[in-house]
């Protein structure tokens, strides 16, 4: 099959299919990833991230059995937006995220949790640091990641909300995974070890954060968000540029305070 499929459930490990949705943009690679977990002997299933509120996508989900649970990585409109129409689908199922906000029915999800359901064991980690309110999710030899780690190039830092120290904290926990532990993102594809993928993402913070640092050492420490950008993500396309100004003002807060 090619990557990517609209409209196919396409199995990824023992317990988790991906539905791919019709949502692309330079932010969201081919759109979003919505996910449909299922242990073995399971015909419910745990949905995370309903994405878009985009029917043909909510329906085609819905389509892949009772809803046991509806969990939010974070509060993004690409992941969350679809959430209130596919609970009305899902017959009334609740939807829970560590927002309030986005919460519907009276169930909160916060880390450390265990949510049991669907034949499954998912354990909850807090992850904030792409937003205040991300989580990553454990199930079996996987992790999915929402927004936390992509399936290809990173992801920003959506200051003020995100705070970098946060998310280098985020990062440095996910590289404690044990090997193998496969990761399930929010957008783009599957890939084989979130340790290493967190590893490399921290690298590349870290060589970010060296170049603001040697930015700010010609431009001044005044410099605007704005020409640390054009300094920093000259090697970038522009139409992420609006993205770096976001990761490059939570940089600042980092390096600045
Ligand atoms: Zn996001």
Do not use: K
């Amino acid at each position: 099959m090619t990557y990517p499929a609209y409209g196919v459930l396409r199995p990824v490990t023992a317990s988790a299919s991906v539905l791919l949705a019709e949502n692309p943009s330079v932010m969201t690679l081919e759109g979003t990833n919505t996910w449909v977990l299922r242990g073995a002997d399971s015909t419910g299933c745990v949905v995370i991230d309903p994405g878009p509120d985009d029917e043909t996508h909510l329906r085609r989900v819905r389509a892949c059995g009772p809803v046991e649970e509806i969990l939010l990585t974070h509060g993004h409109p690409d992941h969350a937006d679809g959430a209130r129409r596919f609970a009305e689908l899902a017959g009334g199922v609740g939807v829970r995220a560590l927002d309030p906000a986005l919460r519907l029915g009276s169930e909160g999800l916060a880390g450390g949790d265990v949510v049991a359901a669907a034949g499954l064991e998912i354990r909850v980690l807090a992850t904030p640091g792409h937003t205040a309110d991300s989580l990553c999710f454990l199930v079996d030899d996987a992790v999915l990641t929402g927004d936390t780690v992509l399936g290809r190039g990173t992801t920003v830092v959506a200051h003020p909300d995100g705070r970098l120290a946060d998310y280098l904290d985020s990062l440095r926990r996910l590289a404690e995974l044990p090997p193998d532990t496969t990761v399930l993102p929010g957008h783009g594809p599957e890939l084989p070890d979130a340790a290493a993928a967190a590893t490399a993402y921290l690298a590349h913070r870290e060589q970010r954060l060296d170049q603001v640092r040697a930015a700010l050492d010609q431009l001044g420490r005044d410099a605007s968000p704005r020409q640390v950008v054009e300094a920093v993500y000259a090697d970038v396309d522009r139409a992420l540029w609006p993205a770096a100004e976001w990761s490059v003002r939570a940089q600042l807060e980092y390096l600045l305070g």
